[in-house]
Every structure is written in structure tokens, then in C-alpha cells.
């Protein structure tokens, strides 16, 4: 994972109130709120760790955070292992949603394992780590261009992998088009994250 201006945004973002008891979790994935970044906050990546960064987020929005684990969960208890997280363009979020989100797993009792491909195409020894971990996040890295869905190009990128999470940008529109290319091949697609504006860390 890096410290990219998604990170750093998130992290310097004005807390929300918390409420005063959290809604249970639902079957289903929420979206990740944008962050608002006050004018002329920035916190510097090189002064924060990975670890103290994905710790504040999910400080910040634990509900979220809960509702998308407990839609893998779910997910997981109807038979998927191998979750990927993937989108449409490089800097949305994807690593640090996928190190939060195991985290959050992990409380819950569950043993994580995150690769940056599915376990079918991992070494020999990583594969077998791989696949003694009861779910597996994949850090895929984008999965889809602009235009057309290519169909063969994502089914072979999504080789080895069981259901999808996409995530976006808040500035991007949803394309329906993806869930419907994943469906198509097979892919459970557990829900959509979305994370920030890119205006609010521009300039």
C-alpha cells in the first residue's frame, strides 16, 4: 500500500459526530462517503505510517467500514473466498480500502489474506498461504478503461477470483456496464466503495 493523496486526504478530514448507536450492518455494501478536506489542510504522507493512516480511517467512518465487511462476509458464508477490488483508473483508494477492510475481517474472527492477484496465479508457496486464509482480498488494480467493456480482458484479469468490490471516485459516475460485464462472467459483485473527490486535493 502507498500513501497517496487519497490517504492523506482522508486523514486530514474534519471528523464527523458520531452517532449515538450504530445501525446494524446490512447484507449489502454502503459507498464510502467523500472526504472533506478543510482549505489548506494537508497532512504529509512521508510524516504519517501506513499503519497510524489506515487506523484514522477507520476511526473515522467505523460504520461504513463494517457494513462493507460485513457484506464480504456474507458473501464468504455463501461460498465466495477470493474477493477483488477493482475500478477504473489508478489513486481511488483500492489499497487502503483493501488493508482497512481486512483489518476490520480480522477483528471479526476471520483469517485474511491480501495479494495483489488471485491465488491461481500467485507462486507455489504464496498461492498455498493463500489459500489456508479463510477469505483473500486482491488488490487488482483497475480492471476497466474508457469505453467499451472489454469482456475478454476482464475475464482474464479476473481469473481466480469469485466476487468483485468496485470502487470509484465520487467525481466518476457509476457505470452500470461493469457490474453487468462481472455478472456476466460469474464474479459475485458485492457492492461499490466510493471514495473521494479528486478536487478536493487539487492545486
Not at 464527523?16 to 489548506?40: D, E, H, L, Q, Y
Not at 458473501?75 to 483493501?98: D, H, M, Q
Not at 467525481?171 to 462472467?185: F, G, M, N, Q, T
Request: charged share 20%; aromatic share 4%; hydrophobic share 50%.
Amino acid at each position: 500500500m502507498t500513501l497517496d493523496w487519497l490517504d492523506t486526504a482522508f486523514v486530514a478530514r474534519q471528523p464527523r459526530p458520531k452517532p449515538a448507536a450504530p445501525a446494524a450492518a446490512p447484507n449489502a455494501s454502503k459507498a464510502m462517503p467523500p472526504a472533506v478536506v478543510p482549505p489548506g489542510s494537508r497532512l504529509e504522507a512521508s510524516a504519517t505510517s501506513e499503519e497510524s493512516v489506515v487506523a484514522c480511517l477507520l476511526e473515522a467512518v467505523p460504520s461504513e467500514w463494517g457494513n462493507l465487511a460485513a457484506a464480504i462476509e456474507s458473501a464468504t458464508l455463501a461460498g465466495v473466498k477470493v474477493v477483488a477490488f477493482t475500478g477504473g483508473e489508478r489513486s481511488e483508494g483500492r489499497s487502503t480500502i483493501v488493508v482497512g477492510v481486512a483489518e476490520v475481517l480480522r477483528r471479526r474472527g476471520w483469517s485474511v489474506a491480501i495479494h495483489t492477484q488471485a491465488p491461481l496465479l500467485l507462486p507455489i508457496d504464496e498461492a498455498e498461504a493463500a489459500r489456508a486464509a479463510e477469505i483473500v482480498l486482491v488488490d487488482a488494480g483497475p480492471w476497466f478503461t474508457t469505453g467499451p467493456v472489454r469482456r475478454r480482458t476482464v475475464e482474464r484479469a479476473a481469473l481466480g477470483c469469485d466476487a468483485a468490490v468496485l470502487v470509484r471516485r465520487a467525481d466518476r459516475p457509476p457505470c452500470p456496464a461493469w457490474s453487468e460485464a462481472l455478472a456476466a462472467i460469474g464474479l459475485t459483485v458485492i457492492g461499490e466503495a466510493v471514495t473521494f473527490e479528486s478536487a478536493l486535493v487539487s492545486g
